[in-house]
Nanobody
Framework: QVQLVESGGGLVQAGGSLRLSCAASGSTFMISNMGWYRQAPGKQRELVASITRGGSTNYADSVKGRFTISRDNAKNTMYLQMNSLKPEETAVYYC??????????WGQGTQVTVSS
């Protein structure tokens, strides 16, 4: 089993920055790819960025150039540096991990609110 816990959310003004963290515990050796998703009220959950165990990254077009995903396998922690935040990016941000058997694990989410 794998447990994921997000932190770092909060209230920020438009144009500001936040850094989210996702700490993994349990059978962390099982995790291959990890990612950040977000879900705004009334909208579907969407992929923000993902990263493989080897460090290859993928970003949603809307965040390219502003967000940076990274992971420290030794610390079992993934990060999302978010710069130039926009009010429409207000959402609950979720950490996701996939194990080698393609099983999904989710954190409880952290609220990010961007004020205009």
């Amino acid at each position: 089993q794998v447990q994921l816990v997000e932190s770092g959310g909060g209230l920020v003004q438009a144009g500001g920055s936040l850094r989210l963290s996702c700490a993994a515990s349990g059978s962390t050796f099982m995790i291959s790819n990890m990612g950040w998703y977000r879900q705004a009220p009334g909208k579907q959950r969407e992929l923000v960025a993902s990263i493989t165990r080897g460090g290859s990254t993928n970003y949603a077009d809307s965040v390219k150039g502003r967000f940076t995903i990274s992971r420290d396998n030794a610390k079992n922690t993934m990060y999302l540096q978010m710069n130039s935040l926009k009010p429409e990016e207000t959402a609950v941000y979720y950490c996701n991990g996939i194990d080698w058997g393609s099983r999904d694990y989710w954190g409880q989410g952290t609220q990010v609110t961007v004020s205009s």
